[in-house]
């Protein structure tokens, strides 16, 4: 970033303090406010951090006004229709898309990582058949800190980069078995000679008893929604890996406590929640219901896959897989789904409506994502694994960047203390 000349003056208590300014590449510019608490002996105060910089990134941009969204500069609807997931991925992890060799050695190395110690298996024997999996990609993840002892130390940048190409590797074999586990199927391993999306389908639908032949259509499909969930600046289980990794924890507790942050229907599970809703709401004529309860102060209900803290426009996501979800249903002979007439439907009706106009609410990333996983052959409770597993390059680009930043230092924000003042204690036999 560039400190500019510019700084912003703050009157308080008869005293004046000059906030140096400084300057983004894109979006708005910051007030650099580290030295206010020591100066002025206040704090500022911002729950939900909807007006702070966390941190300075040089990998994803978001345009909430223009709903844009890059990663390293390059637009999200080129590289889902040009790039493919790892390429993605090589890109996030080292600022550059990779030359032919570099990308084949990339893949290579991560080919390589896919498989499991053997004795992870016994942990998913120790959940229920019915545990949600994305309470065993929580638990098994974080249990990777366990096994790969030569990849714990963040001091190390050698350990870091297996770290990364481990998580990233491994993360679509634990899901698929987090799934395999769920139905009482047997585990299937991956396969050196398929790619990463292909891979990840033959591990969730492949059996034993019978040949399994990769869809290329489905796996284009897999790959794609891989791509539009890779990163996205500094969103709720980012910023927790960010914290987490502050402490130099090892890489694998961290990106287990973003996957248990992803988790919330307020943030990546809700493509979960959306299509459930979706389910609920069953046929267009039901929509004006619906609508009406999302509008209700009164009433909890919120549409699930629409708004978002950032995005005013449109979330270019999910014009991606609005597209997407198009062409899968058509290609799978299932473009008459009753749910993605609902979806669409829906959407229109909401985007026409001056509450949604004037909240500057729209369909997020998690609005059709669900309907395509579904005609994929995903039940509703492997989504957000999903999501996990396609957003752990961003989670690891994210705390590889900042565990190399100099002025890294361990996150620790203050509070507008409302209790009590002191007082003392009271003997029981006085209350
Ligand atoms: C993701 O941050 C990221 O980048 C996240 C993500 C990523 O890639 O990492 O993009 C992934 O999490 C997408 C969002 C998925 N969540 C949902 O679809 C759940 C439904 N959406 C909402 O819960 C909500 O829109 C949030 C959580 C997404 C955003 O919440 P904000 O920014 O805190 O906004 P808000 O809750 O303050 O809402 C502003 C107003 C409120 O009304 P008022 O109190 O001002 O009168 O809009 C209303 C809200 O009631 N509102 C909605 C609504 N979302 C917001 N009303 C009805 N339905 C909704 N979906």
Same mark, same amino acid.
């Given at each position: ?11 308080? =208590?008869?005293?004046?303090? @000059? ?179 292909? =891979? ?32 996205? @600046? ?36 809700? %493509? ?40 005013? =426009? ?12 198009? @062409? ?8 008459? %789904? ?94």
């Amino acid at each position: 970033m560039t400190e500019t000349q510019k700084s912003a003056t703050l009157s308080l =208590n008869g005293e004046t303090y @000059e906030l140096p300014i400084f300057s983004p590449t894109a979006g708005p510019d910051v007030l650099d406010i580290r030295k206010l608490y020591a100066q002025a002996g206040v704090f500022t105060y911002d729950p939900g951090f909807t007006s702070t910089a966390s941190c300075d990134s040089t990998i994803t941009y978001i345009d909430g006004g223009k709903g844009e969204l890059l990663h390293r500069g390059y637009p999200i609807d080129q590289l889902a229709s040009k790039s493919h997931y790892l390429e993605v991925c090589y890109l996030l992890l080292y600022g550059e898309l990779p030359t032919a060799a570099q990308l084949e050695d990339f893949e290579t190395r991560v080919t390589r990582h896919t498989m499991v110690h053997e004795q992870m298996h016994n942990f998913f024997r120790g959940f229920r058949r019915d545990a949600h999996p994305m309470a065993t990609l929580v638990g098994v993840v974080g249990a990777m800190s366990a096994f790969y002892h030569d990849s714990l130390d963040v001091t190390d940048p050698w350990q870091r980069e297996v770290a990364a190409v481990r998580l990233i590797a491994k993360l679509p074999t634990i899901a698929a078995m987090a799934y395999k586990y769920s139905i009482g199927q047997p585990f299937v391993y991956p396969k050196n000679d398929l790619d990463y999306a292909a =891979n990840f389908l033959h591990m969730c639908f492949s059996v034993p008893s019978e040949e399994y032949h990769v869809n290329p259509i489905l796996s284009r499909a897999m790959d794609r929604i891989f791509i539009l969930h890779a990163d996205h @600046e500094q969103n709720a289980s980012t910023s927790t890996v960010r914290l987490a990794s502050s402490s130099s924890a090892n890489p694998f507790a961290c990106i287990a406590a973003g996957i248990a942050c992803l988790w919330g229907p307020a943030h990546g599970g809700a %493509n979960q929640a959306c299509l459930e809703m979706l389910k609920e709401i069953g046929s267009v004529d039901r929509i004006p219901e619906f609508i009406a309860r999302a509008k209700d102060k009164n009433d909890p209900f919120r549409l699930m896959g629409f708004g978002h803290r950032v995005y005013k =426009n449109t979330d270019p996501r999910a014009k991606v897989l609005k597209q997407s979800a198009d @062409e899968v249903l058509e290609l799978l002979g299932v473009e008459d %789904n009753p749910l993605l007439q609902v979806a669409k439907e829906l959407e229109q009706t909401a985007l026409n409506d001056p509450y949604f106009i004037e909240k500057k609410l729209f369909p997020n990333v998690d609005f059709y994502s669900g309907i395509i996983l579904e005609a994929m052959g995903f039940p509703t409770s492997m989504f957000t694994p999903i999501f996990a597993l396609s957003r752990t390059v961003g989670w690891i680009s994210q705390w590889k960047e900042m565990i190399a930043d100099p002025q890294n230092k361990i996150g620790r924000p203050r509070q507008l203390y409302l209790g009590e003042t002191m007082r003392d204690y009271t003997d029981i036999e006085k209350r």
